[in-house]
């Protein structure tokens, strides 16, 4: 499966942006999906996650109550709906796949076997 994501940018703190990732090649529903990010200098860092259905998700601590992950599997895309930014959420945000037997989702990176090539996201104090 080939990914694209979009909808990185600049905003101020406080802002919104919400990323997708667009997803071709072989059947969007057999997939987990996942955001990652990477700041300069720091590992790559879980953002969220979500099974092959969209009931069932995952966010890190830093974001909860602030994004949202979601899919729209008749549109092959997988979003990140990013509310509340802080200049901390600046990274380069990655979505993935992996292809799943369950429903469940992953949170380790090192699950995923498709990855996009990377949105920026930077976010002015």
């Known amino acids: 499966v080939q990914l694209q994501a979009s909808g990185g940018g600049l905003v101020q703190a406080g802002g919104s942006l919400r990323l997708s990732c667009a997803a071709s090649?072989?059947?969007?529903?057999?997939?987990?999906m996942g955001w990652f990010r990477q700041a300069p200098g720091k590992e790559r860092e879980t953002v969220a996650a979500?099974?092959?259905?969209?009931?069932?998700?995952y966010y890190a601590d830093s974001v909860k109550g602030r994004f949202t992950i979601s899919r729209d599997n008749a549109k092959n895309t997988v979003y990140l709906q990013m509310n509340s930014l802080k200049p901390e959420d600046t990274a380069v945000y990655y979505c993935?796949?992996?292809?799943?037997?369950?429903?469940?989702?992953?949170?380790?990176?090192?699950?995923?076997?498709?990855w996009g090539q990377g949105t920026l996201v930077t976010v002015s104090s």
């Open positions: 090649g072989r059947i969007f529903s057999m997939y987990a």
């Open positions: 993935a796949a992996v292809q799943s037997g369950g429903n469940g989702y992953y949170t380790s990176h090192r699950r995923y076997d498709y």
């Open positions: 979500i099974g092959r259905s969209a009931g069932i998700t």
